[in-house]
């Protein structure tokens, strides 16, 4: 079946810092790969995503470039700020299907 | 944008109790929706998928008669957790697909703890 792995957090950076979280996949299909995030208190919100192999989805910053070779979809930011303190999900929507298949989440903490 | 409306926020019950959870797509409507449950530092992981004047469709080893949905209109679905356990204690999340092929707005989600 399909499966989302993504490092385990939390990570803790300074402000300014660049981040990675890696997110790896297995899938059946041809999925489409998202990143969210989920502020405290809030709904998971859709931050960015992609649809086939070589696509890059970015938003406020942040980037993930759709990797088949690699089943990765590693998300990044080159300079983070407090604000950016969340937990970010992995995920995806295998061919044929319209539920996601998340990965566990990492807590991302921005210290000033 | 869309909107997920999820309560409560946070629930405690007593073991043995029944535990009714609410989702309601505020702006739009929605003939599918969809319940997630997180355990600590794991995975959302789908139960179930919520249809509009249907039954709902189970993941496997979710227990239908343990976990009632009932998605009565285009804009509201509930989850009823029955004679909840200890081990029910959980993130419970719903989501809503939207207009755009693969997006889905969530809710922010129901913690409950059965004592």
């Known amino acids: 079946g399909d499966s989302v792995t993504q490092m385990e957090g939390p990570v803790t950076l300074s402000e300014e810092a660049f981040l990675t979280i890696n997110c790896t996949y297995t899938?059946?299909?041809?999925?489409?790969l998202f990143w969210y995030v989920q502020y405290p208190g809030e709904g998971l919100q859709l931050l960015l995503k992609?649809?086939?192999?070589?696509d890059k989805g970015s938003n406020k910053g942040f980037e993930a470039t759709y990797r088949k070779e690699t089943t990765s979809f590693h998300l990044e930011k080159g300079s983070v700020q407090v604000s950016d303190s969340a937990v970010y999900f992995c995920a995806l929507v295998d061919t044929g299907r319209r539920a996601l298949t998340f990965g566990s989440g990492t807590r991302l903490q921005v210290q000033p | 944008g869309a909107v997920v409306s999820q309560h409560p926020s946070r629930v405690i019950c007593k073991s043995g109790t029944s535990v009714k959870i609410e989702c309601r797509s505020l702006?739009?409507?929605?003939?599918?929706m969809f319940w997630y449950r997180q355990f600590p530092k794991q995975s959302l992981m789908l139960m179930a998928t919520s249809n509009e004047g249907s039954k709902a469709t189970y993941e496997q080893g979710v227990e239908k008669d343990k976990f009632l949905i009932n998605h009565a209109s285009l804009t509201l679905s509930t989850l009823t957790v029955t004679s909840a356990h200890p081990e029910d204690s959980s993130f419970y999340i719903c989501s809503a697909p939207g207009l755009v092929r693969d997006i889905q707005y969530f809710g922010a989600g129901t913690r409950l703890s059965v004592l």
């Open positions: 992609a649809t086939k192999a070589d």
């Open positions: 702006d739009f409507q929605a003939t599918t």
């Open positions: 899938a059946t299909g041809y999925p489409s």
